[in-house]
């Protein structure tokens, strides 16, 4: 199982790496009137989820699993790039908007959001497949 770590990690980073660069690029040249602030507490927190995630998920043997911490560490990266990055604040050029509230976002949301569901998912399937072992100690 070990063996097989490195592989997984490589292509979580991998993926990280590529959506938060279409996180970033679509930042860049989309405009936007709305920006959000985060704190360097937040920023911090951000950078110890996307080590957490590299660090743990990769010893689950589920390359699903793998690609949705990829996902969810790419819109985490996006974003703590974009705090970095921007002296307004984080850009939200995705606007949902109604007749008296909105809602702006950007993409490293909406990949935070989907690699979690991607992630989650991965593990409750691996761990209904392998339920006989989840009783065995380490």
């Known amino acids: 199982m070990l063996c097989s770590v490195k592989p997984r990690r490589t292509l979580l980073v991998c993926t990280a790496v590529s959506f938060a660069a279409i996180d970033l690029v679509h930042k860049s040249f989309a405009p936007t009137e709305f ?12 950078g110890v989820v996307i080590a ?15 690609v949705g911490a990829g996902i969810a560490c790419g819109g ?13 604040g984080v850009p939200d050029p995705l606007v949902v908007a109604g007749d008296t509230r909105g809602l702006a976002f950007n993409l490293a949301d909406l990949f935070a959001i989907a690699g979690d569901a991607l992630l989650l998912s991965a593990v409750v399937l691996h761990g209904i497949r392998h339920r006989a072992r989840l009783g065995e100690s380490v």
């Open 35 to 46: 920006h959000h602030a985060r704190t360097s507490f937040v920023a911090v927190m951000m």
């Open 52 to 66: 957490a995630l590299v660090v743990l998920v990769p010893r689950v043997p589920s390359n699903a699993a793998a």
């Open 76 to 88: 985490a990266l996006g974003n703590l790039i974009s705090v970095l990055a921007w002296s307004q």
